[in-house]
């Protein structure tokens, strides 16, 4: 087995983190050192408006190779919740007393059960205190993932790694395993494989695979650009060191795209990874529970009639690539000289796929050319991650909208599967179904170096 992850400033950053920035739910250690517990690993898992949908995924988790896990489950509303969706959950907290027992009161609105895998821990952040507006999924992450690293810092959970999840997810036999046996140093983070798999409903299932594939997709467009970014952000196929984790403040407190905010920051002070093992299977649902993710992605697809998902001509990749190319050139020059937008000319010129002119005007426009040029002028040491620190996976995107704004308009998913010169051909089978084209983008994604540049 393989030294898990170090990080020489953890225990200082943890400290601060916990003093500071932590959720008043993290103070439960205290509860669980009392009751002489102590665990191999942990994992957090919010749950909305699930009922009993929850079952399948807790049932398929098993202890791992340090022993019994704390699974801690967040059950949670915003303030204006429907009444349906109190009362599902509601279910959901009844469903789990019937499954596993009346279990060990923790606190007015926590209790204990005894699992297969260990222990379920039940935060109820529904009945008498839900959420405020607007924080949704990101806070109830950020309760477990809080309490789990006052776990790992007090020596409560042997392993660093927080692994979160969602309540939709079906568990590996390894799920725990992959990150012991494939963690290396200084990563921040790793990601397991995922898959939708088919349920009730064979066109929610056709779009999910739809929405799987353009996920892939855009991956593989960001490492052929390049991209210290390129890797997934999906929520349930975290596993975040600890020490990281206190480095960049834990999960943001948003009601979508705390995953994408989360990765985006964690890539800054160490790598993240993707595991190679067994992969998570994602339920193909339609949801509301977040305005945008793949049950919302479901759902518009279905609404609308024909499946037809539009995303990000191949063009944007190339254009991405260009002046990812021209950032690290004058990051190893460390000087403003050539000017950037001249190095940023010369390596759209040597790429036909590329409008060099809507490149620069675009750069321009949107202050990025500035911002970087300042940067360059300022100098110093530390130059490249200030850099690409600054120009980040948020920026990357917002870059590839505002050219996909400026003419390069977005396309259908099979057109620009098709027009992808960075996607590997494969001959003999030219109509491969939904599934075959998803595992062969997905083995694309593989071997990879980790990404980040801390």
């Given at each position: 087995m393989r030294k898990p992850t170090t990080y020489s400033s953890g225990e200082k950053s943890a400290r601060k983190y916990r003093a500071l920035y932590a959720e008043p739910e993290s103070a439960l250690f205290e509860k669980l050192h009392g009751l002489s517990m102590v665990f191999g690993h942990g994992l957090t898992i919010p749950c909305f408006n699930e009922g009993k949908g929850i079952t399948p995924g807790l049932r398929?988790?098993?202890?791992?190779?340090?022993?019994?896990?704390?699974?801690?489950?967040?059950?949670?509303?915003?303030?204006?919740?429907?009444?349906?969706?109190?009362?599902?959950?509601?279910?959901?907290?009844?469903?789990?007393?019937?499954?596993?027992?009346?279990?060990?009161?923790?606190?007015?609105?926590?209790?204990?059960?005894?699992?297969?895998?260990?222990?379920?821990?039940?935060?109820?952040?529904?009945?008498?205190?839900?959420?405020?507006?607007?924080?949704?999924?990101?806070?109830?992450?950020?309760?477990?993932?809080?309490?789990?690293?006052?776990?790992?810092?007090?020596?409560?959970?042997?392993?660093?790694?927080?692994?979160?999840?969602?309540?939709?997810?079906?568990?590996?036999?390894?799920?725990?395993?992959?990150?012991?046996?494939?963690?290396?140093?200084?990563?921040?983070?790793?990601?397991?494989?995922?898959?939708?798999?088919?349920?009730?409903?064979?066109?929610?299932?056709?779009?999910?695979?739809?929405?799987?594939?353009?996920?892939?997709?855009?991956?593989?467009?960001?490492?052929?650009?390049?991209?210290?970014?390129?890797?997934?952000?999906?929520?349930?196929?975290?596993?975040?060191?600890?020490?990281?984790?206190?480095?960049?403040?834990?999960?943001?407190?948003?009601?979508?795209?705390?995953?994408?905010?989360?990765?985006?920051?964690?890539?800054?002070?160490?790598?993240?990874?993707?595991?190679?093992?067994q992969a998570l299977e994602l339920s193909s649902r339609v949801s509301s529970r977040v305005p945008f993710g793949t049950g919302a992605a479901i759902r518009r697809l279905l609404e609308q009639g024909n499946l037809e998902l539009q995303t990000y001509a191949p063009g944007v990749f190339h254009a991405l690539r260009a002046w990812q190319a021209a950032l690290e050139d004058a990051c190893e020059a460390g000087s403003p000289n050539p000017p950037l937008a001249e190095l940023v000319g010369q390596h759209a010129q040597a790429d036909p796929r590329v409008d060099a002119d809507l490149l620069t005007r675009t750069l321009g426009e949107r202050g990025d050319l500035q911002a970087a040029e300042s940067m360059l002028a300022a100098g110093g040491s530390g130059l490249r991650p200030r850099i690409l620190g600054h120009f980040d996976g948020f920026r990357s995107l917002k870059l590839i909208h505002a050219l996909r704004d400026a003419g390069l308009e977005n396309m259908p998913l099979e057109a620009a599967l098709e027009e992808a010169s960075f996607l590997t051909p494969h001959e003999g089978t030219p109509s491969p179904s939904l599934e075959t084209l998803s595992e062969r983008l997905e083995a694309q994604e593989f071997p990879v170096q980790p990404l980040g540049f801390a």
């Open positions: 398929s988790l098993r202890p791992g190779p340090r022993g019994e896990a704390l699974i801690v489950l967040v059950v949670n509303a915003p303030g204006g919740a429907s009444p349906e969706s109190q009362a599902t959950n509601t279910r959901t907290l009844l469903g789990i007393r019937a499954d596993y027992g009346e279990g060990k009161s923790l606190g007015a609105s926590v209790r204990i059960h005894s699992h297969s895998a260990g222990k379920l821990l039940v935060i109820d952040r529904s009945s008498e205190s839900p959420l405020p507006d607007g924080q949704g999924v990101g806070l109830a992450r950020k309760i477990g993932a809080d309490l789990l690293h006052a776990l790992v810092d007090e020596g409560l959970i042997e392993s660093p790694w927080i692994h979160c999840s969602d309540a939709d997810a079906i568990f590996p036999e390894d799920y725990f395993e992959q990150t012991e046996s494939q963690s290396e140093k200084n990563e921040a983070a790793l990601l397991y494989r995922f898959r939708h798999v088919e349920g009730d409903d064979r066109n929610a299932y056709q779009a999910a695979l739809r929405y799987e594939i353009s996920l892939r997709y855009y991956v593989l467009g960001l490492r052929f650009a390049r991209s210290p970014y390129a890797f997934h952000s999906i929520g349930s196929t975290l596993a975040i060191h600890a020490n990281a984790y206190a480095r960049v403040r834990g999960f943001p407190r948003r009601e979508a795209a705390e995953d994408f905010y989360l990765l985006n920051k964690l890539a800054k002070v160490g790598s993240i990874r993707p595991l190679q093992g």
